[in-house]
């Protein structure tokens, strides 16, 4: 379930589509990984009135990290290299609790850190930076005139100016290599709505629904993403084609695909593009998508990855244009299947299998200007890291190590530019040495509250599991522990489920901020997880109850036996993936744990199989549908749901869901608590009718937080203490 990920953080990316999907969640981490198509679906309308949304001035006390400190954090997005390679641009998001606001803004600085300049100061949402006409202009994305067009300005933040203005909006963009076109991504409206049908109802609210794939992620599919090209000059736009002309296809692909899937060639003369061109019931079950290349003089399209049957996405040209690279799944209808690296000749069209003798996810790429070296980003063993990758060998070697995640990477002056977080701080750019993998921070975007706070200790520990297995298990300590006191632990499950617990950073599973609220944190990298080998990941599929569950259990025993852990006083906490495993360990945990809470979790596997929206994730994941009797891998699937074990809860459960979740429906938290509430167990359910599968909302994330801790320091702390802040 990768598709039930809570990571963070990283959503636009070029990451394996299953970070996209969840992780970012955690990474929500991305939390981090908003995508500009994310930031175009704000949950707050902004005018540029009043004064700006900027860095918070927040000073900590005690030195411990709270909601409303993690919530004062510079969130820093798109990272653009200058083309001489002296500049860096790129955008951080603010946010004001207050306001329940976040505000986007835009940022210039020299490669090795200095000259640090804002260039918007606005509560518009500027987004989507870009250099053009070789570094003397800057391109962006902003709301300032009530939708989102595209604006120049100078590169010192001078001379704004809006050159389009396309109805309802765009929501990404790039510029050909000579700027004489540009590429941009409108929705497009698919299927007849109401008023169409009968235009004299107009006030009519129903949907007509007469196929699959009717509603995604967190809304009805009444529209899709389509690529547009358009004529430049003057500072305008003119003669704007659809790629995709009367096609109900999407291009770039929902629910978080963004310019990353789009790709100019060096000379401009031909756009290369993602897309799964399917419908209905056929898109619902499969993700076999393609790279496509569209012919600019002649109009004409070619399917570049016909045959290969997985995903196929995020193309990029070589510096001289000969070569294309792309990421690339295998199995149509598996969505965590390994992300691989493939390079294809476009003069003899021969495939390169790049990463075949990697047994680990390509997340992002970028060319070196060799045309054979590509440097990509790749989790192996729960941290994430540079890599340099011949295509000719297909050796792929490491460039950096240590206890961080690499989020983005990108070609410097004989260095790379990367973004680098870890569970100990927010994402920050550096400054890459290729000889030696050396990383310098230059942007220091959250300095100055980092400074104020005490961080406690992340250990990597490796637990044997109960068939004999070695598995990463990350520990966090709270800021000056002592060995000689006892602690509270929480088990933390992770979702996905296919998504490591890597060095994440997350605005809502932040780890740290457990630990600060006295807690000792496990988080291990159960079976069904990437960076350990393929063979790890695939484990879980068809065995959601089995032996990942087992090891979440090895994982909070080792640590159960420590002196400093009081075994009485054991948690239970996750979300998506991680939320069904809470409910599953609620009825088989043999009375471990002394409280749980689970957020956005399946609780009923069979109701689940038919209220997801995208089928070949519960084809794959679950083995089929539960009425297929035949089928021993469903079957033992749907035996195993954690509504069949209620009858063995015996523990404090809380539940939390957002109503616009419509991955894992709202209705799976109120059953679970429901069912609580009937069997006589201490319950509480906290409902977001404007929330998805994600927490976005500011306010929301700090209630979410006080109520999170509030209820295990209720059931965890000696006398039931409740932290009320």
Same mark, same amino acid.
């Given at each position: 379930m990768k598709r039930f990920q809570i990571k963070n953080q990283m959503a636009k990316n070029k990451y394996s589509m299953k970070l996209k999907s969840f992780f970012i969640m955690v990474m929500a981490t991305t939390g981090l990984l908003l995508s500009c198509n994310n930031e175009q679906k704000s949950d707050t309308d902004s005018k540029n009135l009043g004064e700006a949304i900027g860095r918070s001035k927040i000073k900590v006390e005690n030195g411990l990290i709270t909601p409303e400190v993690l919530y004062s954090f510079g969130r820093i997005g798109s990272v653009e290299v200058s083309p001489d390679k002296s500049k860096i641009l790129y955008q951080v998001t603010y946010v004001d609790i207050k306001q329940n606001k976040t505000n986007p803004e835009l940022f210039v600085m020299n490669t090795d850190g200095s000259d640090k300049k804002q260039l918007t100061v606005t509560n518009a949402r500027e987004s989507n930076p870009q250099w053009i006409s070789g570094g003397k202009k800057v391109a962006f994305i902003s709301n300032e005139s009530g939708t989102s067009q595209i604006w120049i300005m100078n590169p010192d933040g001078s001379g704004m100016k809006k050159i389009t203005d396309v109805e309802e909006g765009i929501t990404g963009f790039v510029f050909s290599p000579d700027n004489k076109k540009v590429l941009f991504i409108k929705n497009v409206k698919v299927g007849e709505a109401i008023k169409d049908k009968h235009p004299d109802l107009p006030e009519a609210s129903g949907r007509i629904v007469d196929n699959l794939m009717?509603?995604?992620?967190?809304?009805?599919? +009444? +529209?899709?993403?389509?690529?547009?090209?358009?004529?430049?000059?003057?500072?305008?736009?003119? %003669?704007?084609?659809?790629?995709?002309?009367?096609?109900?296809? +999407?291009?770039?692909?929902?629910?978080?695909?963004?310019?990353?899937?789009?790709?100019?060639?060096?000379?401009?003369? &031909?756009?290369?593009?993602?897309?799964?061109?399917?419908?209905?019931?056929? #898109? !619902?079950?499969?993700? %076999?998508?393609?790279?496509?290349?569209? /012919?600019?003089?002649?109009?004409? &399209?070619? $399917?570049?990855?016909?045959?290969?049957?997985?995903?196929?996405?995020?193309?990029?040209?070589?510096?001289?244009?000969?070569?294309?690279?792309?990421?690339?799944?295998?199995?149509?209808?598996? +969505?965590?299947?390994? $992300?691989?690296?493939?390079?294809? /000749?476009?003069?003899?069209?021969?495939?390169?299998?790049?990463?075949?003798?990697?047994? #680990?996810? &390509?997340?992002?790429?970028?060319? $070196?200007? /060799? $045309?054979?070296?590509? #440097?990509?980003? !790749?989790?192996?063993? !729960?941290?994430?890291?540079l890599f340099s990758a011949d295509i000719r060998s297909k050796q792929i070697s490491p460039i950096t190590k240590g206890k961080h995640d690499y989020a983005s990477v990108a070609l410097g002056n004989g260095k790379l530019i990367a973004k680098r977080h870890s569970m100990s701080q927010p994402d920050e750019i550096y400054s890459v040495e290729l000889t030696n993998g050396q990383a310098t921070e230059i942007s220091f975007e959250n300095k100055h509250i980092l400074e104020q706070l005490t961080m406690g200790e992340t250990e990597e520990r490796w637990i044997e599991t109960t068939d004999g297995k070695q598995m990463l298990t990350w520990i966090v300590y709270p800021p000056d522990f002592d060995s000689t006191k006892t602690y509270p632990a929480l088990l933390y499950c992770q979702g996905g489920p296919q998504s490591t617990v890597s060095q994440f950073w997350s605005y809502r599973w932040n780890l740290q901020m457990m630990a600060a609220n006295g807690y000792i944190v496990v988080a291990p990298n159960r079976r069904g997880l990437p960076g350990f080998g393929q063979e790890w990941n695939e484990q879980i599929s068809g065995d959601y109850g089995g032996q990942n569950m087992k090891d979440y259990l090895s994982a909070i025993d080792a640590l159960a036996q420590e002196p400093y852990v009081d075994e009485t006083r054991l948690g239970c906490t996750g979300a998506s993936y991680g939320g069904f495993s809470v409910y599953w360990l609620a009825g088989n945990h043999d009375k471990r744990f002394k409280a749980f809470l689970s957020h956005a979790g399946i609780f009923n596997l069979e109701a689940q199989y038919l209220e997801t929206e995208e089928m070949w994730f519960a084809n794959w994941d679950m083995g089929g549908p539960y009425w297929d009797k035949l089928n021993a891998v469903a079957q033992k699937t749907y035996a195993t749901s954690p509504h069949r074990f209620v009858d063995k809860w015996d523990t404090p459960i809380m539940i939390t869901h957002g109503e616009l979740d419509y991955r894992i429906l709202a209705s799976q938290g109120m059953m679970a608590f429901n069912a609580a509430q009937l069997r006589g167990i201490p319950s509480r359910m906290l409902i977001f009718p404007d929330e998805n599968h994600w927490i976005s909302k500011p306010q929301n994330g700090i209630l979410f937080q006080r109520e999170f801790f509030r209820w295990f320091d209720q059931w965890l702390k000696p006398g039931g203490k409740v932290n009320t802040q």
């Open positions: 009717y509603k995604h992620w967190d809304s009805w599919v +009444e +529209e899709i993403p389509h690529t547009f090209v358009a004529d430049f000059s003057d500072d305008k736009v003119s %003669n704007i084609i659809d790629l995709l002309q009367d096609e109900p296809y +999407e291009a770039p692909m929902l629910p978080f695909g963004g310019i990353e899937q789009l790709a100019w060639s060096p000379d401009g003369k &031909t756009i290369a593009y993602t897309s799964r061109k399917k419908t209905g019931k056929e #898109y !619902a079950v499969s993700t %076999n998508s393609d790279i496509f290349f569209y /012919d600019v003089e002649s109009g004409k &399209t070619t $399917n570049m990855t016909e045959g290969m049957m997985g995903y196929d996405v995020n193309p990029q040209f070589s510096p001289d244009g000969s070569k294309l690279a792309w990421q690339s799944m295998e199995r149509d209808g598996y +969505e965590a299947d390994k $992300n691989r690296l493939f390079v294809m /000749d476009l003069a003899t069209g021969d495939k390169t299998y790049v990463t075949e003798n990697f047994d #680990y996810n &390509t997340d992002a790429f970028v060319w $070196n200007t /060799d $045309n054979r070296t590509l #440097y990509l980003v !790749a989790c192996v063993e !729960a941290k994430t890291q």
